[in-house]
């Protein structure tokens, strides 16, 4: 099993930023497939970021359009820790931020169906 908990939302201002982190506990991170996915008050849970199990040749990563050149993820596997740099935050990235790890290799897993394990989430709130 592996428990996620998020930290790092709170409120800002448009053109702002801030850091989301997800820290594990129960297992290695680093052997998990790892995301970030959001939900939007009415809206369904929507997938915003992932990066792959880091191998010999690298990890990969994908972004969702809507904040591709605006958001990071990236890993620090020393404490077991992913994380999320949200740069230039519009109104419309308000919502529930959910970080979630997948017991798969090789891939970069964007479908919320690929993961297994699932933080309680953080608010997000941009004020225009």
């Known amino acids: 099993q592996v428990q996620l908990v998020e930290s790092g939302g709170g409120m800002v201002q448009a053109g702002g930023s801030l850091r989301l982190s997800c820290a594990a506990s129960g297992r290695t991170l680093a052997n998990y497939a790892a995301g970030w996915f959001r939900q939007a008050p009415g809206k369904e849970r929507e997938f915003v970021a992932a990066?792959?199990?880091?191998?010999?040749?690298?990890?990969?990563?994908d972004y969702a359009d809507s904040v591709k050149g605006r958001f990071t993820i990236t890993r620090d596997n020393t404490k077991n820790t992913l994380y999320l740099q949200m740069n230039s935050l519009k109104p419309e990235d308000t919502a529930v931020y959910y970080c979630?790890?997948?017991?798969?290799?090789?891939?970069?897993?964007?479908?919320?169906?690929?993961?297994?394990?699932w933080g309680q989430g953080t608010q997000v709130t941009v004020s225009s």
């Open positions: 979630a790890a997948a017991r798969k290799l090789g891939i970069v897993a964007v479908t919320g169906e690929e993961y297994d394990y």
């Open positions: 990066v792959s199990v880091l191998t010999s040749i690298g990890s990969q990563k």
